[in-house]
Nanobody
Framework: VQLVESGGGMVQPGGSLRLSCAASGFTFSSYDMSWVRQAPGKGPEWVSIINTGGGSTDYADSVKGRFTISRDNAKNTLYLQMNSLKPEDTALYYC??????????????????WGQGTQVTVSS
């Protein structure tokens, strides 16, 4: 199993970024997937989750209305479109595979594979 994030970078407040997570080594379309972030000096924070078919999504209150999670099962790729970025969005962003049957909200038990992360920095 491999999850490889890309698309991070530095952007000014109010800007946008699109993160991608390329999945391999498993049947991507059979798993719910999430984005999780970790800011410097803080614990991990769940950001968003999407179900296997992409028809059901959920977001943390801190990003609701600004971020959009999506997936392309034909390309084995997970996305996170981030708009209206704020300095408090600065973090290392990880994609993670949800354990089958788990709800995806417990970061310590509901995930079995994580990517290496991509850095997002929002600063003027």
């Amino acid at each position: 199993v491999q999850l490889v994030e890309s698309g991070g970078g530095m952007v000014q407040p109010g800007g946008s970024l699109r993160l991608s997570c390329a999945a391999s080594g498993f049947t991507f379309s059979s798993y719910d997937m999430s984005w999780v972030r970790q800011a410097p000096g803080k614990g991990p924070e769940w950001v968003s989750i999407i179900n296997t078919g992409g028809g059901s999504t959920d977001y943390a209150d801190s990003v609701k209305g600004r971020f959009t999670i999506s997936r392309d099962n034909a390309k084995n790729t997970l996305y996170l479109q981030m708009n209206s970025l704020k300095p408090e969005d600065t973090a290392l962003y990880y994609c993670a595979r949800v354990v089958v049957g788990a709800a995806g909200f417990n970061l310590y038990s509901d995930y079995d594979y994580w990517g290496q992360g991509t850095q997002v920095t929002v600063s003027s």
